[in-house]
């Protein structure tokens, strides 16, 4: 995958330019020194440990320079437990299957937990066409950067008479001002042409006006970027129709969530999407879009789970701790796997189990 394999890595908030040399795919700065790094390992809920436990066997077999501490972390614990997050501030890099979330109930989402707590304020999800995989629509490369602390996920509800719940959505000026510096400098860094903000200005005047008029400040810095806006109704719309003419795309936090799923159910389903969240000093990657879907019983039984958007986060997670060969030749491996078409689990078409696809891309790594 050439269009995400780029040589050197930039300061993530510099607004220098850097003329006549390749940008990089950077996430946040990081030294790297080539010796080996140790990574956080949340195996999760689930579809998790069959996942994770892909990218076990093919960082083993590439000899990638990491090595992974493992903490048995469940969506129905009240907490993460201290020790994991002593680990992953310590690592600054975590790589994660889902955690189930329950629903109702008051009980805390431990993946909201985990993103407050680093201040994992960017989520960063690449929904883009496979080749050989086909789908609706052609030349899909979309990058969507959401809000990942606050909006109508800031938790802050409560039951103010019987039968009447209210629900507070919070939206800050520094908060937005940062996803949208996030949201641009990545386009720059990346060689991307476009960023679209998404909001809904129009009937939320105050809160997502408030988005709205950061990510206008911040698109002034960088005049070679083509700066637009998007109602989030018509967005959803848009990437139904014609979902080519979106590049970067920076949200809120709630409309991101959507967004991000609906790209990926676009390019080519949610077990082939990448992604992570990130902040100024921790990292965690995981599955791109649905992150938090741990999959049916009958898909752990049969063992039969689609390892391919864990193995491309960490792709992304290996570029990102500076070992960008190792991530080329994953990614190129998963890419020759989808194409050839011979190994790919139920979603995808296919009648293959999670251990089958591994294989395929150990054999594609020689």
Excluded at 255 to 269: E, K
């Amino acid at each position: 995958m050439a269009r995400r394999s780029v040589p050197v890595l930039k300061q993530l908030l510099s607004n220098s330019p850097i003329l006549n040399q390749t940008r990089s795919v950077t996430y946040m700065p990081r030294p790297g020194d080539g010796a080996p790094r140790a990574v956080t390992l949340i195996p999760g809920d689930g579809i998790g440990p069959l996942v994770t436990g892909a990218v076990e066997q093919v960082m083993e077999a590439m000899h990638a320079p990491i090595y992974f501490e493992r903490y048995d972390v469940h969506g129905d614990m009240k907490r993460v437990p201290e020790e994991v997050m002593d680990s992953i501030r310590k690592n600054k890099v975590c790589l994660k299957g889902g955690l189930a979330t329950p629903m109702g109930g008051g009980v805390n989402s431990l993946n909201m937990q985990l993103r407050k707590e680093l201040d994992l304020y960017a989520s960063l999800v690449n929904c883009f066409n496979l080749p050989g995989l086909p789908t609706r629509h052609e030349n899909v490369d979309i990058v969507v950067i959401r809000e990942n602390t606050e909006g109508e996920y800031s938790g802050l509800e409560h039951e103010v008479v019987p039968g009447v719940v209210e629900s507070l959505k919070v939206i800050t000026k520094f908060c937005s001002e940062r996803i949208a510096q996030y949201a641009f400098e990545y386009a720059y860094l990346n060689n991307r042409k476009k960023v679209t903000a998404v909001h809904k200005a129009n009937i939320m005047k105050l809160a997502d006006g408030l988005f709205l008029e950061s990510c206008r400040e911040v698109a002034t810095k960088y005049p070679g970027i083509q700066y637009n806006e998007i109602i989030v109704d018509n967005c959803c719309m848009q990437l139904v129709a014609k979902p080519e003419q979106f590049d970067v795309m920076v949200t809120p936090n709630l409309y991101g969530n959507l967004v991000a799923n609906t790209a990926a159910g676009i390019a080519g389903g949610t077990g082939v999407m990448p992604g992570g969240n990130v902040g100024a000093d921790h990292a965690i990657f995981e599955q791109g879009a649905s992150a938090g879907n741990v999959g049916n019983d009958k898909l752990v039984e049969q063992k039969k789970a689609n390892p391919v958007a864990l193995l491309l986060s960490s792709a992304m997670m290996l570029r990102h701790l500076q070992f960008p060969s190792f991530a080329d030749r994953l990614e190129n491996a998963v890419e020759q796997v989808i194409k050839e078409g011979k190994y790919r689990t139920r979603d995808l078409g296919g009648q293959s189990t999670t251990q089958e696809v591994v294989d395929a891309v150990l054999a594609a790594l020689d």
